[in-house]
């Protein structure tokens, strides 16, 4: 390893609050039994929230933020891993307690890891992310419960996001129509380029409605919560499933009963942090064989580890289509 390495590093002091990219020595870097020379991470929304301090993510300070990582291990005492080996992370905390991946190298729990499938470049990985993942771990969701292509159409909202773009392009790929809720009609081509068939404006779902509407999707893939997500319940169709993921909208749900009494609609959560280790790999295999992957490019943007914090606050305001990968070069 080098003797110092870089990395966005958000601390907080008396005299405040700082977020900058740091020269940081590897005796600093965490607790964990694998190191791991990062070749890409990403910015993801939650990154932003820890970056800007919007929300409470970071769990302790000094913090490396980076919720997801993908590299080449350097050193091990893991069993299971061995230098050369490719691997990635999701949840466990990683960037929110533990030392996260904006950083040229990362130590980490073997057991958070998981090995690369090879169909994916460093890049592709991280691409996917976290995002990419937990819209995996919708769409299987959606399965397990009984929504199949031919049950009818599936809505999927922040569909030009990270999480809502894979969603969408996973479910075009497997045979569903996808009806995609954006609040940037800019983006309608796009989503459509992912295999949306219809697009909705956001402001279809932001007002409080009726605890029943018109029955129209067989499955949902929800990241906003509140007032979208009570809307969304509102209209499922009888024995329909929404999977719910995310916050963008807010932590409150001010629905009714009504959806689950009376159409037996399912509301089925989906934490990606503390996921079972069987789930993450086979959401992992679904994502190398389901997804098409000449369409990853068009959701992605790259910025640098300085560009990070910059990006950061456009992000929260809704203005970064798709996935931001961060590649870190060799030095
Ligand atoms: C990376 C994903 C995760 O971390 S999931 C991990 C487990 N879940 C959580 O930790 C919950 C907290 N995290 C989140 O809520 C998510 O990070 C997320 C699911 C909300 C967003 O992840 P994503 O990577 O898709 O974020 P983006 O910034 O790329 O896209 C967000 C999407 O939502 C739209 N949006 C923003 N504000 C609102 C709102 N008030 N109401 C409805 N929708 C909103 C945003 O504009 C993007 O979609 P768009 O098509 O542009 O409308």
Redesign the pocket.
């Known amino acids: 390893m080098t003797a110092t390495f870089r990395a966005v590093l958000i601390d907080s002091g008396a005299s405040g609050r700082t977020v900058e990219v740091a020269e940081v020595s590897p005796e600093q870097l965490p607790e964990g039994d694998v190191t791991v020379r990062v070749a890409c991470s990403t910015l993801?929304?939650?990154d932003a929230l820890a970056i800007t301090g919007t929300g409470p993510v970071v769990r302790s300070f000094p913090m490396v933020p980076g919720?997801d990582f993908a590299g080449t291990v350097v050193e091990s005492t893991n069993p299971g891993f061995a230098p050369g080996d490719r691997v990635v992370p999701n949840g466990w905390g990683v960037g929110e307690r533990h030392w996260g991946g904006l950083a040229e190298y990362a130590r980490v729990k073997g057991e958070w890891l998981i090995p690369l499938e090879e169909a994916f470049t460093f890049e592709q990985a991280m691409i996917i992310?976290?995002?990419g993942y937990?819209a995996m771990l919708c769409v299987m969701a959606l399965e397990r419960h009984g929504v199949s292509a031919d049950s009818g159409e599936v809505l999927v909202?922040?569909?030009?996001?990270?999480?809502?773009s894979v969603a969408t392009a996973l479910l075009a790929k497997l045979g569903y129509q996808v009806a995609a809720?954006?609040?940037?009609s800019t983006?309608s081509d796009y989503l459509t380029s992912l295999g949306a068939t219809r697009i909705l404006p956001?402001s279809d779902f932001?007002e409080p409605g009726k605890p029943l509407v018109k029955e129209q999707w067989a499955g949902a893939v929800d990241?906003?919560g509140?007032q979208?997500l009570a809307n969304v319940c509102a209209g499922m169709k009888y024995r329909s499933v929404v999977a719910a993921?995310?916050?963008?909208?807010?932590m409150g749900f001010p629905a009714t009963v009504a959806p689950f009494i009376l159409r037996a609609v399912t509301l089925a959560g989906i934490?990606?942090?503390l996921c079972p280790v069987d789930d993450r790999r086979e959401a992992w295999r679904r994502l190398a064989t389901d997804l098409d992957h000449s369409l990853l490019d068009s959701m992605t943007q790259k910025v640098t580890l300085n560009d990070c914090i910059p990006v950061a606050d456009r992000?929260l305001d809704?203005a970064?289509r798709?996935r931001v990968i961060v590649p870190i070069p060799d030095n």
């Open positions: 993801n929304y939650k919720i992310g976290t995002a937990t909202t922040g569909a030009a996001g990270g999480v809502g809720v954006t609040g940037r983006e956001r932001t990241v906003a509140g979208v993921c995310g916050l963008a909208a807010g934490d990606s942090v992000m809704g970064v798709g």
